[in-house]
């Protein structure tokens, strides 16, 4: 079992549209927990960060569920742009500087 | 502005050969980190250092080697490449604290023939 799971997509969604992606943990232990974005041949780039109370930032919201160790990510009003694929990363526990990676969600927004 | 790069970004080599990737950041970070990514799998930690003279074995660290000799650089050694090596390679880096967050390189594609 992947320490971090995703379910690999791709999510084809029509621009506009809201998507979400859960994103499962094994390790209790993790601490902190981030979405990166990648887009095509790139490197990842921090989406956000993922706090416990759940936090928004524009048309993403994020959700952190310890009990059943998984994470979200939603999406609301779609744009071409946020095409990409979505990494959900775990901090390993007993380390807040080493991550765990899950091998991402894609997403293809269409117009 | 800070930055983090690698280089080369594309490398073609042979089984066998001795191969080092460099990794070079400006944003005086503590910790540094190098992963690869392939198809399927989530991106998976090689080696780490949290700082000058310190390096670490990551998950997958068989047939890789680093040296950190100074703040600013963590050059990745391949011993003797093999065909599985074939994989794109990112350098990442950080400070610690909470929530702190990894900054990536452009990474470098590296081909083993």
């Known amino acids: 079992r992947k320490e971090v799971e995703q379910d690999p997509g791709p999510f084809n969604v029509p621009e506009g549209a809201t998507v979400a992606f859960n994103c499962t943990y094994s390790n209790s232990a993790s601490q902190s927990f981030f979405w990166y974005r990648q887009d095509c041949r790139k490197e990842p780039k921090l989406l956000m960060s993922?706090?416990?109370?759940?936090n928004e930032d524009g048309r993403f919201t994020a959700q952190l569920n310890r009990a059943s160790q998984y994470i979200s990510l939603l999406i609301r009003d779609s744009k071409l742009s946020d095409s990409a694929t979505y990494l959900c990363v775990a901090t390993r526990g007993g380390s807040n500087y080493q991550l765990i990676w899950g091998a991402g969600t894609k997403l293809i927004i269409k117009p | 502005d800070a930055e983090i790069t690698q280089s080369p970004r594309h490398k073609i080599t042979e089984t066998g050969r001795q191969v080092t990737l460099a990794c070079h950041q400006t944003w005086n970070h503590n910790n540094m980190f190098w992963y690869r990514q392939d198809l399927g799998h989530g991106l998976r930690l090689i080696h780490y250092s949290y700082g000058v003279q310190d390096t670490n074995k990551g998950e997958v660290s068989d047939g890789y080697s680093v040296s950190r000799s100074n703040t600013e650089d963590l050059p990745l050694t391949l011993e003797s490449a093999a065909s599985s090596q074939t994989s794109v390679y990112f350098c990442?880096?950080?400070?610690?604290?909470?929530?702190?967050?990894?900054?990536f390189g452009p990474g470098t594609r590296l081909l083993v023939l």
């Open positions: 990442a880096s950080s400070n610690p604290g909470a929530q702190e967050t990894q900054y």
């Open positions: 993922v706090y416990s109370s759940g």
